[in-house]
């Protein structure tokens, strides 16, 4: 019998990036003492590649980081640019919120990581303080990974937005 081949397949965002991410969208939380986090990182096809919650984050947190993650992968847009877009289309969101099986948070903290081509190579998503301040922290962790981030910069008034 001829041996079977089993084919290869290259990921568009490794799990080593994926938790270096993480570690440092983390480490940017701590910095400025937020409130316990859940990230969330998600290929191009919306599927879990690297996930920590904090101790102390609350039981929904993973949800609604996995939720901002995957709504801005469906949409193709952040999830800031998502909700300053659909804020006044209350019913497509709720639409938007049923086809997507309750998957889709609309608010800030879901960020695309982007290669030097400004190709999407999966979503950030965290949830734990404000939204302000989980895109802040999803920015830096892709920026300290080494990639590029949509949006490139946070809202300025994430700083505002401080306890």
Do not use: N
Request: hydrophobic letters at 40%; one cysteine or more.
């Amino acid at each position: 019998m001829a041996d079977r081949l089993l084919w290869k397949s290259r990921p568009s965002l490794p799990l080593a990036v994926a938790e270096t991410i993480i570690d440092k969208a983390l480490e940017a939380a701590r910095q400025f003492d937020m409130q316990a986090m859940s990230v969330a990182v998600l290929d191009t096809g919306g599927h879990m590649i690297a996930f920590k919650r904090e101790d102390g984050s609350g039981i929904l947190r993973a949800q609604i980081a996995t939720g901002k993650a995957w709504g801005a992968l469906g949409m193709g847009a952040p999830s800031r640019l998502l909700r300053d877009r659909l804020s006044p289309r209350v019913t497509f969101v709720a639409a938007l919120t049923d086809a997507s099986e309750g998957r889709f948070v609309p608010v800030p903290g879901g960020v695309l990581v982007l290669d030097d081509e400004h190709y999407s190579l999966g979503a950030v998503g965290i949830s734990g303080d404000t939204s302000e301040k989980d895109e802040y922290c999803a920015i830096m962790g892709i920026r300290g990974a080494g990639y590029r981030s949509e949006p490139e910069q946070p809202e300025p008034e994430w700083q505002d937005s401080k306890l």
